[in-house]
């Protein structure tokens, strides 16, 4: 895994690019990988489900850790800086420190199986988007750079803003 992470650091070249996807396709056991973005990371990846045709922007994160797993489908694109965050950290009790809290996650059930966050097939996402646990994002949709996601949007919605909102469809 250290080597995925130095990885992220070789230049924004051709052959930097090319290799960087390279190493994440191993990692990831995912031949299909069509981009992996300079400095982006995956924390957690035995926790993520990939499918083809992913493409991941320079600077992204994803983190998945006490929490389900996350699901992302085929053809799925995220722009430059976008954030996926599986569990939140709990502050339920006043009277404990936050930081001893642990955390906690939402659930989403899709396809008879529990996941943390969900983004279905053909979904492209905006820069320095962020996406909470419990989101759960229909095929088709696209979202609009900067929106903070967290819940339920339909396929094919255009999804905008803090909080995210879908604001139409793509097919209409």
């Known amino acids: 895994?250290?080597?995925a992470f130095l990885a992220g650091f070789l230049p924004k070249t051709r052959l930097g690019n090319v290799s960087r996807t390279w190493i994440w396709r191993k990692v990831l056991n995912n031949p299909t990988i069509i981009?992996?973005?300079?400095?982006?990371n995956i924390v957690g990846e035995k926790l993520l489900i990939l499918?083809?045709?992913?493409?991941?922007?320079?600077?992204a994160s994803i983190?998945?850790?006490?929490?389900?797993?996350v699901f992302i489908g085929d053809d799925?694109?995220?722009?430059r800086y976008t954030y996926v965050r599986s569990a939140n950290h709990n502050f339920s009790s006043d009277q404990v420190p936050?930081?001893?809290?642990?955390?906690t996650a939402k659930k989403v059930h899709f396809r008879n199986e529990t996941f943390s966050i969900v983004i279905e097939d053909?979904?492209?996402?905006?820069a320095?988007?962020?996406?909470?646990s419990g989101t759960h994002i229909g095929r088709g949709s696209v979202v609009a750079a900067g929106s903070i996601l967290s819940g339920t949007f339909p396929e094919f919605s255009i999804i905008v803003g803090n909080p995210a909102r879908a604001i139409s469809k793509r097919n209409t």
């Open 63 to 69: 983190e998945v850790g006490m929490s389900d797993p």
């Open 98 to 103: 936050i930081n001893v809290q642990g955390h």
């Open 122 to 126: 053909d979904v492209l996402i905006g």
């Open 76 to 79: 799925v694109s995220m722009a």
């Open 51 to 59: 499918g083809r045709n992913f493409t991941f922007g320079d600077f």
């Open 1 to 3: 895994m250290i080597v």
């Open 128 to 132: 320095f988007s962020v996406i909470l």
């Open 35 to 40: 981009y992996f973005g300079h400095q982006s």
